[in-house]
C-alpha cells in the first residue's frame, strides 16, 4: 500500500512559517483498487521562493516508456526510483534530501514487468539552508559523511 504526506518547516525562532514538502501519487496506470502506482512526486514550497520545487519519481517501466515519461515531464524532473541513490530538492532556503530505503515491484501479470510499484519507502531529510533555525545534527559524523 502506498500513502503521501506532507509536513510544514517551521516555525523559526520568529514563528515564521519556513515553506512545507511532502510525497504524492503522480500516476497510476491500469484499473481497481488499490490503485497501481507508476509514479510519485516529491515536492519542496518555500514560502521565499517563487516556485515550487518537483521531482518525479518513476518506476522502471514509466521512466523508459517514452510517451508515459512525456506525459508526467510538466510536473517536475524525472527521476528513475533506485534504492540508495540521493533525490535532492532545493530551494531559496530549504533542502529536502530524500532516498528511497526500501523498493519492490508489483508482480501482478496483467500489468508491465516493473510498472508499479508494490512497496516503496522514501526517507526525508528537511532543513533550511541558514538563518535563525537549527542546522541539521551532524556531531560526530563529519568525517563520515566528507568520505564519498
Same mark, same amino acid.
Request: with cysteine; charged share 25%; aromatic share 8%.
Given at each position: 500500500m502506498?500513502?503521501?504526506?506532507?509536513?510544514?518547516?517551521?516555525?523559526?525562532?520568529?514563528? =515564521?512559517?519556513?515553506?512545507?514538502?511532502?510525497?504524492?501519487?503522480?500516476?497510476?496506470?491500469?484499473?481497481?483498487?488499490?490503485?497501481?502506482?507508476?509514479?510519485?512526486?516529491?515536492? /519542496?514550497? =518555500?514560502?521565499?521562493?517563487?516556485r515550487?520545487?518537483?521531482?518525479?519519481?518513476?518506476?522502471?517501466? @514509466?521512466?523508459?516508456?517514452?510517451?508515459?515519461?512525456?506525459?508526467?515531464?510538466?510536473?517536475?524532473? +524525472?527521476?528513475?526510483?533506485?534504492?540508495?541513490? +540521493?533525490?535532492? /530538492?532545493?530551494?531559496?532556503?530549504?533542502?529536502?534530501? @530524500?532516498?528511497?530505503? &526500501?523498493?519492490?515491484?508489483?508482480?501482478?501479470?496483467?500489468?508491465? +514487468?516493473?510498472?508499479?510499484?508494490?512497496?516503496l519507502?522514501?526517507e526525508?531529510?528537511?532543513?533550511?539552508?541558514?538563518?535563525?533555525?537549527?542546522? +541539521? =545534527?551532524?556531531?560526530?559524523?563529519?568525517?563520515? /559523511?566528507? &568520505?564519498?
Amino acid at each position: 500500500m502506498l500513502a503521501g504526506g506532507s509536513a510544514a518547516f517551521g516555525p523559526n525562532a520568529n514563528g =515564521d512559517f519556513l515553506g512545507e514538502c511532502g510525497v504524492g501519487i503522480s500516476e497510476s496506470i491500469g484499473t481497481g483498487s488499490p490503485r497501481n502506482v507508476t509514479a510519485l512526486e516529491i515536492w /519542496l514550497f =518555500d514560502k521565499n521562493d517563487i516556485r515550487t520545487i518537483t521531482k518525479v519519481i518513476m518506476s522502471d517501466h @514509466a521512466f523508459f516508456d517514452d510517451a508515459l515519461k512525456a506525459k508526467l515531464a510538466p510536473k517536475g524532473e +524525472p527521476v528513475l526510483a533506485s534504492e540508495n541513490e +540521493p533525490i535532492v /530538492l532545493e530551494t531559496a532556503a530549504l533542502i529536502i534530501n @530524500a532516498e528511497i530505503t &526500501d523498493l519492490a515491484y508489483n508482480t501482478d501479470t496483467s500489468l508491465p +514487468p516493473n510498472s508499479t510499484f508494490d512497496r516503496l519507502t522514501i526517507e526525508l531529510s528537511a532543513w533550511a539552508k541558514e538563518g535563525d533555525y537549527a542546522e +541539521p =545534527d551532524i556531531e560526530g559524523r563529519v568525517d563520515e /559523511l566528507m &568520505d564519498y
